[in-house]
Nanobody, 119 residues
Framework: QVQLVESGGGLVPPGGSLRLSCAAS????????MGWYRQTPGKQRELVAV???????RYAESVKGRFAISRNNAKNTVDLQMNSLKPEDTAVYYC?????????????WGQGTQVTVSS
């Protein structure tokens, strides 16, 4: 069984910062790509940022220069540092990990954490 546990959401005023964290646990060979997605009511889940096990990163255009993704391969964790937050960043943020379970790679999701940017 694999679990992704997220933490760090909350309410922050515009221009503020938040840091999200996600930890993968369970039985697997390794964690491949890890990323953060977000979703608002009535919209599809969208990619925010993704990082490979080699440290290559990719960001949505809307968060470039404001958000930074990082990971610790030894601990199987991924963080998202969010700066200069805007009201349009308000969403439920989900952690995703591509888990190598020897015979196949499966995608897993965290439970989601609410981020609200409002004064």
């Amino acid at each position: 069984q694999v679990q992704l546990v997220e933490s760090g959401g909350g309410l922050v005023p515009p221009g503020g910062s938040l840091r999200l964290s996600c930890a993968a646990s369970g039985t697997f060979q390794r964690v491949n790509d890890m990323g953060w997605y977000r979703q608002t009511p009535g919209k599809q889940r969208e990619l925010v940022a993704v990082i490979t096990s080699d440290g290559d990163v990719r960001y949505a255009e809307s968060v470039k220069g404001r958000f930074a993704i990082s990971r610790n391969n030894a601990k199987n964790t991924v963080d998202l540092q969010m700066n200069s937050l805007k009201p349009e960043d308000t969403a439920v943020y989900y952690c995703n990990a591509q888990i190598d379970k020897w015979v196949r790679v499966l995608g897993y999701w965290g439970q989601g954490t609410q981020v609200t940017v409002s004064s």
